[in-house]
């Protein structure tokens, strides 16, 4: 069954540290489909669409993000599915 969430990563750090990247590579893995971004706050926040397994292990390898970074809270929150959305992009 198909699901989307909304997640946002609080930390210590989280900006600067690549946790983009390193978010839209772990989503292509995981075939989960979605966006990414920087709030002006100095959090990461994004969408992710997939199937509930990979949602679960996508949100998992995104709660430890990359090296050099420290995620110290992952909210997140269901939303409604997009329809024909094709992969995961950064946005800037």
Known sequence: M????YFLA?????????FRYFTRKRATHHQVTGWVRNTPN??????AQGDEAAITAFLKDVDKGPSGSHVVKLDKEERDLVVDESGFHVRH
Not at 10 to 18: A, E, L, N, P, R
Not at 42 to 47: L, Q, T
Request: charged fraction near 25%; avoid cysteine; glycine fraction near 26%.
């Open 2 to 5: 198909a699901k989307r969430v």
């Open 10 to 18: 609080h930390g210590g750090t989280v900006q600067g540290v690549g």
């Open 42 to 47: 100095n959090k990461v926040e994004g969408e």
